[in-house]
């Protein structure tokens, strides 16, 4: 139900950007976020946009990340610059949904994505 693209390997100092999209039968959906795990480490927040635009960075990548999301096709992208080694890392979009036939009743879900790698070395 969350497929995201646009991982790879790219030199310190660079740029990448992911894109995550929601698939499938959804009513609603919340807040839109990015989590990373980098080898051995446990899977940390990045960043997040909530439906009415209000964003939160992990300290790390603020100023050089940045969400935005499309509600209309229930996308978002994670537009990464001046990536550094410690950036390396798989990175997980993740969406809060509400799915339910029309009329509901609906179900409050948790998606997440199947992972993308962002390798930064030169």
């Known amino acids: 139900q969350l497929q995201a693209s646009g991982g790879g390997l790219v030199q310190p100092g660079g740029s990448l950007r992911l894109s995550c999209a929601v698939s499938?039968?959804?009513?609603?959906?919340?807040?839109m976020a990015w989590y990373r795990q980098a080898p051995g480490k446990q899977r940390e927040f990045v960043a997040l946009e909530s439906p009415s635009g209000t964003t939160q960075y992990e300290n790390s990548v603020r100023g050089r990340f940045i969400i935005s999301r499309d509600n209309a096709e229930n996308t978002v992208a994670l537009q990464m610059n001046y990536l550094k080694p410690e950036d390396t890392a798989v990175y997980y979009c993740n969406a809060g949904v509400l799915t339910g036939p029309p009329g509901g009743p609906y179900t409050p879900s948790n998606y997440w994505g199947q992972g993308t790698l962002v390798t930064v070395s030169s």
């Open positions: 499938g039968t959804i009513f609603s959906v919340n807040d």
